[in-house]
């Protein structure tokens, strides 16, 4: 499942893992002084969370060197970001809240979050988005599709795509899922897993889509676009 975890970290860690999850996918890797610009903490803050998350095997870290996520750190890191993109978008889209706002209020949820909240917050989501014209009963109608298995296991659990994302917005790559020849072509166009991409829109008819990753500007097919999973920034 998307939000299921196996280890507990505190609010301030799992801020630190991002740090590094978001300066890692857009450079290769994060220094301590990336880290510590971005969260506006001290030096010595940030030397004692990195032995910590070294300790619990989540980051690669020696003093003076570039700072990594190990396989659990990204996949730990991945989950954070994923709540938070889900959070930001259920009071964006359904509450209506300014993007700000929602931003801020997401930063504060991502760390208290439980799993299966996590769930269903996500399967409400693809149920409006399946449903734009919706105006009301919202929760009744979830409660009664979710029970009958009417939204079908794959798409409540299911994580967000590149084809999901909105113009502007960047996401980090989980995961291609999909095989053969697709794979190795997305692979070999750079969007592999830990990659940093950004939608930069779509034609008029929505296909295709158009990206930016690592500094190239991409034309993808929206088949080529729902299998490559992101977590949102």
Do not use: N
């Not at 799993?115 to 449903?131: G, N, S």
């Not at 750079?190 to 990753?213: H, Q």
């Amino acid at each position: 499942m998307v939000f299921e975890s196996t280890k507990t970290l505190s609010a301030s860690l799992e801020d630190y893992l991002q740090a590094i999850f978001w300066t890692a996918a857009a450079k290769g890797a994060a220094r301590a002084k990336d880290i510590a610009r971005q969260l506006g903490v001290k030096a010595s803050s940030v030397t004692g969370a990195l032995q910590t998350l070294a300790e619990k095997k989540f980051v690669h870290y020696q003093p003076y060197e570039a700072i990594t996520l190990t396989a659990e750190g990204f996949d730990e890191a991945a989950r954070v970001a994923q709540r938070h993109f889900v959070v930001r978008e259920f009071f964006v889209t359904v509450l209506g809240l300014d993007e700000a706002v929602a931003e801020e209020e997401a930063c504060r949820m991502e760390h208290c979050l439980g799993d299966d909240i996590a769930e269903r917050l996500a399967t409400l989501m693809e149920f409006v988005k399946a449903h734009p014209d919706m105006e009301s009963g919202v929760s009744q109608l979830l409660a009664e599709r979710y029970r009958s298995a009417e939204i079908p296991a794959q798409v409540r659990r299911g994580p967000v795509t590149v084809a999901d994302l909105r113009s502007g917005q960047k996401a980090v790559i989980v995961a291609v899922r999909s095989g053969g020849a697709l794979a190795r072509r997305l692979v070999d166009m750079g969007l592999g897993r830990g990659a940093l991409v950004e939608v930069e829109g779509a034609a008029p008819t929505g296909d295709p889509i158009r990206v930016k990753i690592r500094g190239y500007q991409l034309a993808l097919r929206r088949t080529e676009a729902a299998a490559i999973s992101v977590v949102g920034k």
